[in-house]
């Protein structure tokens, strides 16, 4: 029986570059040769670092200096050494969106951080009631240890943040003196219209941490990000890491591929994951278009789908489990695993085929999953 696979923030398993990376192996482990028995330290390959410093200088016009760039074993490493290394164990109070990925939620909430939510609209973190927070806060005399924000395709609803508001929210954060992690692992995931800059480009203060990724052009499996800090900051964050450094095989690798190729395999990529999207976007019009609102976003992998309230969420999620629908269930990235009406879709990983049938399906599974007496109604 088939399986529609919307689940989780996969790329294109066919546009993996499995012949490309095996010749891009051979050359690494070569040129690396020895060097293989040594620990990489904390900063990480310099190879990949300067490749990585190029990426960001060259999307974010702004200069990315190598001596900043410090590689991880995927970015959720990085979003988990930041808490780490910021959090005092008491008041360890950390403000994001209410809807947030849900690796950070459940990363932040085992470390014993509590979680302070801002609402969401189609641009993103509210900054108005980022400000009403961060009062609040202060006056009670717990301030937080940093803001977590996804400003560039957000995770889940895929919404992006207008330079206008980003300069706003960071002059809220400047004026309560926050700390920031500007989390931009979609952020070379970019479909059409303006690419907006990172909180990191508009602003050189040592309290903006930065995150990137290499899951998203390439695949989870390869296990490489990487975080970017200005002095101090940077050293603040390093003390806390006790892991001998990211792996020298796989960011040798992954210089030795992207060194020449970097952007002609990610305008690659974001051809296929756009083709998908609108694939999405055309089986929920037929399918669910009179009844569901969903996100339209430029860039990332998911769409946010908010059904009406008269929708049995369990009777929803028993329906698409029959199907073999696999789908990430709204509760999931709410900062308080509120059951709100919702689901996110994400569209990299299945087939455009799976995509063109699954969807309409689990728009019919949306359709019956209604109480009757609504539909009557």
């Known amino acids: 029986m088939r399986v529609y696979d919307f689940g989780s923030g996969r790329t294109d398993p066919g546009s993996f570059p499995t012949e490309a990376l095996a010749e891009a192996a051979s050359e690494a482990v070569r040129e690396v040769g020895a060097e293989l028995v040594r620990y990489p ?108 924000t996804l400003t560039t395709y957000q995770n889940p609803t895929g919404s992006m943040m207008p330079k206008a508001r980003r300069l706003e929210l960071l002059e809220v954060a400047r004026h309560y003196d926050a700390i920031i992690v500007d989390d931009n692992c979609y952020g070379d995931v970019h479909f059409e219209g303006v690419q907006e800059p990172s909180l990191y480009a508009l602003d050189d203060s040592p309290n903006i941490i930065y995150i990137g990724s290499l899951s998203k052009i390439l695949g989870p499996g390869v296990r490489v990000g990487y975080m970017v800090a200005r002095p ?18 796989a960011a040798s690798i992954c210089a030795a591929f992207f060194r020449d190729r970097l952007w002609s395999h990610i305008a690659m990529t974001n051809a296929i994951l756009k083709d998908k999207r609108d694939a999405v976007f055309a089986g929920l019009a037929e399918s669910v278009g009179d009844i569901c609102t969903w996100s339209r976003p430029v860039g990332g992998m998911f769409i946010w789908v908010n059904f009406p309230e008269d929708v049995d969420r369990n009777h929803l999620m028993a329906l698409c489990a029959e199907r073999n629908i696999m789908v990430a269930r709204g509760r999931s990235f709410h900062i308080h695993y509120e059951d709100v009406p919702a689901l996110r879709l994400a569209f990299g990983f299945a087939s455009l085929q799976d995509i063109r049938d699954g969807v309409p399906l689990l728009g019919q599974c949306i359709q019956m999953a209604r109480t009757q007496a609504s539909v009557l109604a």
């Open 41 to 148: 330290g904390d900063m990480g390959h310099l190879g990949l670092r300067e490749i990585m410093a190029a990426r960001e200088a060259k999307r974010e016009g702004i200069e990315v200096p190598v001596e900043h760039v410090a590689l991880m074993n995927g970015s959720m490493q990085a979003v988990t050494l930041v808490a780490e290394a910021l959090m005092q164990g008491s008041d360890d109070i950390i403000v994001t969106e209410e809807l947030t990925y849900s690796g950070t939620i459940g990363a932040y909430k085992s470390l014993g951080a509590e979680l302070v939510g801002v609402p969401l609209d189609e641009e993103g973190m509210r900054v108005d009631a980022l400000a009403d927070t961060l009062e609040q806060l202060h006056r009670k005399g717990t301030p937080p240890r940093f803001i977590y």
């Open 232 to 249: 101090p900051m940077l050293a603040r964050l390093l003390d806390r890491r006790h892991d001998g450094g990211n792996s020298v095989l």
